[in-house]
């Protein structure tokens, strides 16, 4: 009781310096890109910290108790974690805009257009020591930094495979032809993933099969090349029997054979019961992906316990540990270390040759990802008014 | 209590007079103000429906004039109609409002033909005991969970589900996910909301009537057609409120077994929850409002108003 009296004022003041500090900061910063500075040197942890994330991130053992990697995180730093998933990286993004967290994870679609927002600030990579150990193919790239400041530190990729039903495909696709020019062997049993950010395999699949367009980059369409993938997936709309973003739906349709071709994460596929005749492959077009980063954000009330957030999972341990249950490669090179056997060589981890062949989900912007500067490319507000057209 | 607060305040013998309490000089104030007495009881409800309610709705639907920078996600508040002219002009809302305006039509006349034999069975054939009993089996569906129901009917017509078990001897196939599953699971989800006001209405129309026009020499059907439908009328429409209504904003179902197809509410979800344009989706809401209030004018020049 007695402690309570005496934390209640000093409580009550940090509110109101940090709601002083916050309209201030409101009033000044109106750079559009980033939140302010990265902090120079950390201080004493708060107790607590609010991270958004995707399902299966940030996990403490109260959905599996067999799963739990956040209790050692409290163990050892006295933060006590709270969290949020999300379903969609729109939705994150607009949770983000709330300001309530210290930490979000989010994918390459988002990260973009938060940094743009100055919900997230930039980060100083001396404060997380393990950050030296995360695969250099993954820093720096266009989606987790801006003019040369860092903004994200990578959690894990994957790649957004073809998963298809060995009863009706006796071999595997070789190409994504199967949901799109031949979709209608198979109408109204084709899935797709419900996201204006789709928007880009349709853009993969005609980089490869109609050059004409001069497709380099499935992010960086001009408005002759969104047309035109909002065309090829027109056609494909007729052959859809359902599009997800639920990934238990997916799972369902799968399973029961409502659905026998689509897009799937590998989670979704290691997920499906045991006897169900699916399978996964990774076409001859490519794939796209995402590539994950965890990032602070620019209101963040406890910063000291967030960076120390980004340390802790960023190391091999509990790296392995949440990139494995999400079912995804990890980003720190010694992670494979602490994974399950097999683990690592499913994902391609470290694998750059595979990597490669992904292209990760970046948010589209007027300026051209592919460093075009002639044309002016679509951005993610025409990119969502177009999925709305397509599916109709 | 009351006389006393009126009546001046006289000494008699053994009853002391009531001290001069702040309470007891306000009651006394309110006893002798009749307005003041009501307007006080009237604040707290009008206070609720008027700014809890309507204001946040209308705070709500004003950002429909604003406008979202698409990129960074921000509101900006500038004042302008592009939001409801892309609403009014975009051929993908006009379908979407037409999909949404006939499923939910469709789910109604569903529902009625449904709803009126059960109605009737229940006022004018079953036993009392029966009727206590048939209405808790009509309400049962309300105690479980929407999710539950629409998930329930997501495997019922999956492929090997019930459907798909029950109508493949025959040569049958599910109707699988699409508009015609969100209109089965529409109709079952609302039904409930359309018998019992059928049911009520039809447990006012009097025995005697039914009687008298059968003493007449009408049959059953004359009897249904000029005696009971246009007693019923109200009530059907009173019914038909609920489920249009309900079906016209609902996006669940749709997202659940509706298949690729969308409706209006999946729009307005899509653009809050995904696109992040919150005035974008507060001009799309404004379309179902529109529809109810030109439904809601036509019907009220039944009557059937007075019987909600």
């Known amino acids: ?392 | 209590m009351s006389s006393d607060a009126s009546a001046p305040p006289l000494k008699r013998a053994g009853v002391p007079a009531p001290a001069e309490t702040p309470a007891r000089r306000l009651s006394v104030l309110l006893s002798r103000a009749p307005r003041l007495r009501l307007g006080l009881l009237l604040t707290a409800p009008l206070f609720w429906l008027g700014l809890v309610y309507i204001a946040a709705l209308a705070a709500l639907l004003v950002t429909a004039f604003w406008t979202v920078d698409s990129f960074t996600g921000t509101v900006s508040i500038e004042w302008n109609l592009d939001n409801i002219v892309t609403v009014l002009t975009g051929a993908v809302y006009q379908a979407v409002t037409l999909r949404t305006v006939g499923v939910a039509l469709l789910v109604t006349v569903i529902d009625i033909l449904i709803a009126l034999p059960i109605a009737f069975y229940m006022a004018k054939v079953a036993t009392p005991r029966m009727q206590r009993v048939l209405v808790i089996l009509v309400l049962m569906p309300l105690w479980a969970s929407y999710l539950v129901k629409a998930y329930a009917w997501r495997s019922v017509l999956s492929e090997g589900g019930l459907v798909d078990w029950l109508v493949t001897p025959f040569g049958g196939n599910t109707p699988g996910y699409g508009l015609h599953a969100t209109v089965i699971t529409l109709a079952y989800l609302w039904l409930p909301y359309v018998i019992m006001p059928i049911y009520a209405g039809l447990e006012r129309v009097p025995d005697s009537l039914l009687e008298a026009s059968g003493d007449l020499g009408a049959k059953t059907w004359r009897t249904l057609r000029s005696v009971v439908l246009p007693l019923l009328w109200p009530a059907i429409i009173a019914g038909s409120i609920f489920s249009f209504s309900l079906s016209l904003g609902d996006y669940i179902t749709v997202n659940i077994v509706g298949g690729a197809s969308q409706m209006l509410g999946n729009l307005v979800y899509t653009n809050v929850g995904a696109a992040n344009n919150l005035p974008l989706a507060a001009a799309i809401a404004l379309i179902p409002i529109a529809i109810m209030i030109v439904y809601l004018g036509l019907v009220r020049r039944t009557g059937a108003l007075e019987n909600l």
């Not at chain 1, 004493?44 to 067999?66: F, K, R, T």
């Not at chain 1, 743009?116 to 980060?123: E, H, I, S, T």
């Not at chain 1, 071709?261 to 989670?267: F, L």
């Not at chain 1, 249950?325 to 470290?350: K, T």
């Open chain 1, 1 to 392: 009781m007695k402690s309570t009296t005496i934390r209640r004022p000093a409580a009550v003041t940090g509110i109101a310096i940090a709601s002083v500090a916050l309209l201030a900061g409101c009033g000044t910063t109106s750079a559009p890109s980033g939140g302010g500075e990265s902090v120079e040197e950390l201080g004493d942890y708060e107790g607590s910290v609010s991270i958004l994330a995707w399902p299966g991130y940030v996990e403490d053992g109260s959905n599996d108790p067999e799963v739990d990697w956040v209790s050692d995180f409290e163990d050892d730093t006295g933060c006590q974690v709270t969290s949020q998933t999300y379903g969609t990286s729109d939705e994150a993004l607009s949770l983000m805009k709330s300001g309530e967290y210290d930490v979000v994870a989010a994918s390459g679609d988002a990260t973009l257009r938060m940094i743009a927002g100055g919900d997230v600030a930039p980060l100083n990579t001396d404060l997380i020591p393990n950050y030296d150990g995360i695969y250099d193919f993954l820093k720096e790239q266009s989606w987790n930094s801006v003019d040369g400041e860092v903004y994200g530190v990578p959690h894990g990729y994957g790649a957004n495979l073809l998963m298809y039903n060995t009863d009706v495909f006796s071999e595997a696709p070789t190409s994504w032809d199967v949901v799109f020019d031949d979709a209608s062997a198979n109408a109204g049993k084709i899935t797709a993933y419900d996201s204006p950010i789709y928007i880009a395999d349709a853009a993969m699949y005609l980089m490869a099969h109609e050059p004409d367009l001069g497709i380099e980059n499935p992010y960086a369409l001009d408005e002759d090349q969104l047309a035109a993938a909002v065309e090829l997936l027109k056609e494909q709309r007729a052959n859809i029997g359902e599009y997800w973003s639920d990934y238990l739906k997916s799972i369902q349709s799968f399973e029961t054979g409502s659905i026998v071709a689509g897009t799937t994460w590998q989670v979704i596929k290691n997920s499906v019961p045991e006897g169900t005749p699916v399978d996964v492959t990774l076409p001859e077009e490519g794939v796209t992906g995402w590539s994950d980063n965890w990032m602070v954000g620019s209101d963040a009330a406890s910063p000291n316990c967030a960076y120390a957030w980004l340390d802790y999972i960023a190391s091999p341990e509990a790296n392995a540990e949440a990139t494995e249950y999400f079912g995804e490669a990890p980003s720190n090179d010694a992670a494979c270390e602490f994974r399950s056997e097999g683990q690592c060589e499913l994902y391609h981890a470290g694998d750059e040759d595979y990597a490669s062949q992904i292209w990760y989900w970046s948010t589209p912007i007027a300026e051209c990802l592919d460093g075009r500067t002639d044309v002016e490319c679509t951005d993610y507000a025409a990119w969502t008014t177009a999925w709305q057209e397509i599916k109709g």
